[in-house]
């Protein structure tokens, strides 16, 4: 039973070409960026949603940060497309991949650490050691906050692969008890229908809300070391 649950997250393959590429360049395709005569309501929408998403994002940051607003909302509109894909029926989702989701945090963290050192190296070492530390805790200090910047971009992977997994993992549970349950119990399979709706309304708003996270403390990072 365990391995057919962790089965939805292996990479399907189609005469002999692996589902996951193919399902990293569907959000390429999206016709958002064809020209149009007029707006309709939804890229009306979209279009503000994605200004307010910039300014949020961009106000924290001084004029040298500004230069990446373009490559965060194009990469949270990408991890957002595959998110809500990966919730449809016969779908595969790549960002439940911890080695895909790390493909995108340590070439981007290792980018705000290498701008900090480049712009201002004695502020980013700085920050491995707090101010006023007594000196018998400063090898031991220095050591935590290395180890801790080290983890950042683990975090960032981990994160956004463990909340996809469990909601994947919950939606596949409760939906097979609905199934188990509609010929034996009607009516609390009814009710545990409900709860699986109500779920996966919760799972699109978590997987919007991992893709924004994620953009989120890249920017922090972003902001620490300009």
């Known amino acids: 039973m365990m391995i057919s649950l962790f089965d939805q997250f292996a990479s399907q393959k189609f005469m002999g070409v692996s589902l996951i590429f193919i399902a990293l ?15 309709n309501r939804l890229s009306t929408t979209q279009t503000w949603l994605i200004n307010r998403f910039v300014s949020q994002l961009m106000t924290p940051l001084n004029t040298g940060g500004h230069k990446w607003a373009l490559m ?3 990469l949270m509109l990408y991890l957002i497309s595959m998110n809500l894909l990966g919730l449809l029926p016969y779908t595969f989702t790549p960002t439940t991949q911890l080695s895909m989701n790390m493909g995108f945090a340590v070439p981007l963290w290792l980018a705000t650490v290498i701008i900090g050192m480049l712009n201002q190296p004695t502020s980013s070492l700085g920050h491995l050691l707090p101010e006023g530390t007594p000196t018998p805790l400063i090898p031991v200090l220095v050591i935590i906050e290395t180890i801790s910047l080290f983890i950042r971009p683990l975090a960032l992977g981990v994160r956004l692969t463990a909340n996809l997994t469990a ?21 609390v399979a ?3 229908s409900t709860v ?3 779920l996966t309304l919760l799972e ?3 997987a919007m809300i991992q893709a924004y996270v994620f953009i989120l403390l890249l920017s922090l990072y972003l902001q620490e070391n300009i």
């Open 196 to 198: 699986l709706v109500m």
């Open 167 to 187: 909601g994947h993992l919950l939606i596949q549970l409760i939906s097979t008890a609905v199934f188990v349950l509609l010929p034996l119990m009607p009516t």
């Open 72 to 74: 965060f909302t194009s």
């Open 204 to 206: 699109v708003a978590v």
């Open 25 to 39: 360049m569907v959000p390429m395709f999206f016709p958002n960026s064809f020209p149009r005569w007029t707006n």
């Open 190 to 192: 009814l009710l545990t």
